[in-house]
């Protein structure tokens, strides 16, 4: 069965900061797409990052960026210089024929 | 950019009701639909993918005949929750896929009394 698992269920940073948040998968498929989502207060889901696992190259957006480990199934975020706006759920998602979400992990980010 | 209509955004009602959302693609064709339901504080989990023009694939332990899909059109598809249930209360969200990319409802919550 495809899972994913967020190993962190919260997390803080201070403002400037960086802070990573892990992801590990489990999955028999070679060929997928793996996601980080943000869910701010209003729940509207918004996408961060994505990477195909046929890349080597680590995807990069702005100040996020992610280490994926494909033999490992990690999929970790980096979120450099912090905002506070960054507080949000982040969701890592591995998807196939199915998009699967992992269990979230609450980003709180100090001034 | 791209956008995924989901209606209503809140809906209350009575046990023993049905209810249905419905999530457009305003823009595009969406050629898979996902729907998820969201408990507080929790994760997305999978209801059901739906494709269009065939029977939607339900998860383990999701109710068929409680969670009616419909994917009858590349732009429109909904879940009907049938004979509603306190229990049923929940945050429920659709996401499409068009030319590998998805695109997110801005998810509905329901109440039953």
């Known amino acids: 069965a495809q899972t994913v698992t967020q190993s962190q269920p919260e997390m803080s940073v201070q403002e400037a900061e960086t802070v990573t948040l892990s992801c590990t998968y489990d999955t028999s498929e070679s060929d997928y797409y793996l996601f980080w989502y943000k869910q701010p207060p209003s729940r509207q889901m918004i996408l961060v990052i994505r990477?195909?696992?046929?890349?080597?190259q680590n995807a990069t957006e702005n100040r996020f960026s992610v280490n994926f480990q494909k033999a490992a199934k990690s999929f970790s975020l980096k979120i450099s210089d912090s905002q506070l706006g960054d507080a949000a759920m982040y969701f890592c998602a591995y998807r196939t024929d199915k998009l699967i979400f992992g269990t979230g992990t609450r980003l709180q980010v100090f001034p | 950019g791209a956008v995924v209509s989901q209606h209503p955004s809140r809906v209350i009602c009575k046990s023993g009701t049905s209810v249905k959302i419905e999530c457009r693609s305003l823009?595009?064709?969406?050629?898979?639909m996902f729907w998820y339901r969201q408990f507080p504080k929790k994760s997305l989990m999978l209801m059901a993918t739906?494709?269009?023009?065939?029977?939607?694939?339900?998860e383990q332990g999701v109710e068929k005949d409680k969670f009616l899909i419909n994917h009858a059109s590349l732009t429109l598809s909904t879940l009907t929750v049938t004979s509603a249930h306190p229990e049923d209360s929940s945050f429920y969200i659709c996401?499409?896929?068009?030319?590998?990319?998805?695109?997110f409802g801005s998810g509905t919550q329901l109440s039953v009394l």
């Open positions: 823009d595009f064709q969406a050629t898979t």
């Open positions: 996401s499409a896929l068009s030319n590998e990319k998805l695109f």
């Open positions: 739906s494709n269009e023009g065939s029977k939607a694939t339900y």
């Open positions: 990477q195909e696992a046929y890349k080597q």
